[in-house]
């Protein structure tokens, strides 16, 4: 299973952080235009202003076909949603996912902002969702199997009662936007590789207020919750280290319960 799951050294590591750097600004410039009353299209064009700013190659952009600058995933949309029409209204909650490309090397990150005022319900969402990240970062050291990072995920949400999106998760990242391994955010049921140092994967849990099920709109992008309940989505590209992973996409934190001004008790 490991054969196909590169280790990288100091160097190339190295030019992952500054490509981690550069998709982390992208994306904390793009989370601070959102606001109530603009579109996901104009969230779109701003983020491609930021990535011609930046002179980096764009990891989404035309990636599959997809045709979007960064993801932009409103309420009940999971992933890959496509900017358009749709209004950002207050109250709401939004997902972006960028990825930028520097020098051959790709950065991977997302995370979920609140728009005005937002429902308790939604914030502990938020709070769970960008937690349990970092709970699986934790466990992204060399000596442990991947199901440590998955394991730590599921049990940290579990507890709430909030669903753990299944069809869609993490993966390697480096040369390539997906690369191996797969990281699921739950305990599969088939083997999973040890961990060595110099690994890197993008950790992205994907949380739901409802059902863990997701269906695909039309457009063969846009992922939204079967049930139409909300969903948060948080990523950082993350090197395999002696004691923790390391963050390659280093940004503040945005959805601790002080910040948000909530409790967060399961």
Known sequence: MSEHIVTRNPGEIAKLRR???????ILMEVASYVKPGVTTAEI???AAEVFAREKCGNAFHGYGGYPGHLCISVNEVVVHGIGDERVVHDGDIVSLDAGAVVDGWYGDN???VPVGKVNEQALRLLAVTEEALYRGIEQAKQGNNLVDVCGAI???VKPFGFGIVREYVGHGV????HEDPSVPNYRPHHRLPHLRRGMILAIEP???LG?????VLPDHWTAVTADGSWAAHFEHTVAVGSHSGEILTERPRMALPAQLGITLNS
Do not use: C, N, P, W
């Open 154 to 156: 599921e049990d940290f």
């Open 206 to 208: 994907m949380i739901t």
């Open 110 to 112: 997302a995370l979920t």
């Open 174 to 177: 480096g040369r390539h936007l």
């Open 19 to 25: 490509a981690g750097e550069v998709s982390a600004r």
């Open 211 to 215: 059902t863990y099920r997701v269906k």
């Open 44 to 46: 779109d064009a701003f």
